[in-house]
T-cell receptor, first 109, second 111 residues
Framework: GQSLEQPSEVTAVEGAIVQINCTYQ??????LSWYQQHDGGAPTFLSY????GLEETGRFSSFLSRSDSYGYLLLQELQMKDSASYFC??????????FGSGTRLLVRP | DARVTQTPRHKVTEMGQEVTMRCQPI?????VFWYRQTMMQGLELLAYFRNRAPLDDSGMPKDRFSAEMPDATLATLKIQPSEPRDSAVYFC?????????FGPGTRLTVT
């Protein structure tokens, strides 16, 4: 089967750095994606890692270690608008995207 | 700008009624996905299509749900008959197996 684990909630202060971890178990693995979803909104694509290492896109970075079945999303210079839910998702052998249960990030002033 | 559109945005219906949700994927995207999101179950993949052909609908209750793509610009998800447990937000997305663009969703309430 396939499963993903990520923390249910994270709280951080505006301007700080926060890391959201994701561990996964999947039959076959093609890559790890991250999505952001604001309350009442739709998920929006943030990043995708197919290979080990760090991918940087502005204030957001995503890391993958295939050997550890582990990845994380790093958010720097946190802003209030970053308060949202963040989902990791794996593309496995079935070529379907399987989502984790999401991490709710609360950014405090 | 290119985006996925869905109609209706909200739907309230009584149990037993038929519900049809529509989606227009981004032009040029040949893979379309239907998801359901609830607090309890999170985001679940119901079905997906490539080049209008159904590739996987294993996440869908077969007895009451059906998904089709009559043409490249329209995907439909139908529930007949609807039940209160079907209350959820239904998202359509188009893109690839890892980078998907979601529509705004249809919030369905079945009473």
């Amino acid at each position: 089967g396939q499963s993903l684990e990520q923390p249910s909630e994270v709280t951080a202060v505006e301007g700080a750095i926060v890391q959201i971890n994701c561990t996964y178990q999947t039959s076959g693995f093609y890559g790890l994606s991250w999505y952001q979803q604001h309350d009442g909104g739709a998920p929006t694509f943030l990043s995708y890692n197919a290979l080990d290492g760090l991918e940087e896109t502005g204030r957001f970075s995503s890391f993958l270690s295939r050997s550890d079945s582990y990845g994380y999303l790093l958010l720097q210079e946190l802003q209030m608008k970053d308060s949202a839910s963040y989902f990791c998702a794996v593309t496995g052998s079935s070529y379907k995207l399987i989502f984790g249960s999401g991490t709710r990030l609360l950014v405090r002033p | 700008d290119a985006r996925v559109t869905q109609t209706p945005r909200h739907k309230v219906t009584e149990m037993g009624q038929e519900v049809t949700m529509r989606c227009q994927p981004i032009l040029g995207h040949n893979t379309v996905f239907w998801y359901r999101q609830t607090m309890m179950q999170g985001l679940e993949l119901l079905a997906y299509f490539r080049n209008r052909a159904p590739l996987d609908d294993s996440g869908m209750p077969k007895d009451r749900f059906s998904a089709e793509m009559p043409d490249a610009t329209l995907a439909t998800l139908k529930i007949q008959p609807s039940e209160p447990r079907d209350s959820a937000v239904y998202f359509c997305a188009s893109g690839t197996e890892y980078e998907q663009y979601f529509g705004p969703g249809t919030r369905l309430t079945v009473t």
